[in-house]
């Protein structure tokens, strides 16, 4: 049985293949929720160190053969969990089939994410503008997955100082991006006080990406 089968996004372009779907991950809810359980408690979530020096303000762990990680040397990715020296969890079927069916309806057909990024963000918790070009090929797009309480997504433009838009992202909502906005600067503002009745008051963002 395919759940994706009749299902008809509510699908909104917010940028240049930038795809807005909103509560997709809704679909299935619940496969993602206990698959996520599962990988935290093989990958715990920790807060990574840049190399300027700084902690990230999210915590981060990762599931599929390759694991987004950063330290004093600099961010790459890696097969190996440097805190378990084991690999990274296998990627959940719940969660490789939602990347490839989001990244479907936005256009991009042959998707076959090999890395999963997960960041947890408390309440306050922010993500600074950055760009995501550590992986090798950029016609790939990268499929953005928000659980939990909601934030607001800033989407810049090429340049740094582009003035950024504001996208709220609430519990099931995905973004998948690509293309010509696949370096655009992008980040996540400070978190508002509030709470998800399952996954308590934090905001959960899955990153699936081509990596090797
Ligand atoms: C976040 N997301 O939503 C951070 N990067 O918590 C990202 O940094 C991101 O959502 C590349 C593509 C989509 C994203
Ligand atoms: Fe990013």
Redesign the pocket.
Known sequence: MDLFENIQPNKLEIDKEVYFLSGYALTNEKALMIDLQEILSQAPLRRMMTKMGFYTS?TMTNCGQLGWISDSKGYRYDALDPQTLKAWPKMPVSFFQLAQHAALEAGFGDFEPDAC?I?Q?KVGAS?GL?L?KNELDFTQP???V?LGIS?I?QLGGLSRSDKPIKIP?THGDI?V?GGESRLKY???MPLKPNNHAVLGPY?Y?F?F?KAG
């Open positions: 999210a990024l960041n963000y993500m950055h995501d990268i499929v953005s928000s934030a997504f992202l973004v991006w992008h980040g996540i905001r963002n990153t990406r």
